[in-house]
């Protein structure tokens, strides 16, 4: 981890994301509080996720260049996102993070910076 690049250098930039996203969403459908939550057809989902965590973690502005301002709780909120489905959705990115060979404190810090926005979209108890 080197402190004077951002989390998506030290991540290993766009193929690491690439990955990441990759190693995320099968883990995100077969999860029984996320799964029902998402579209059969998850491509264009990982497309935007790939996108915005490519920007929120230091990387070019894909997502606002394409899509505008995020606006992430807003764009959540026609979804019943419970404290326990935001444990289950970074519950998902650990272990996605561990598959792709990401070692702590790099993990930690990762899921950290992740945490915040997770229980943020929290609209339902």
Known sequence: MNPSLSIYENLGGAGAL???????YPKVQKDPLLGPLFPEDITPVMEKQYMFLTQFFGGPSLYSDAYGHPMMRARHLPFPVTPERA???LAC?????EEIGISEPLRGIVLQRLSGPAFH???TP
Request: hydrophobic fraction near 60%; avoid cysteine; glycine fraction near 0%.
């Open 18 to 24: 690439r990955k990441l996203v990759e190693a995320f």
């Open 87 to 89: 444990e289950a959705w």
């Open 121 to 123: 979209f929290v609209n």
């Open 93 to 97: 990115m650990r272990e996605a993070l």
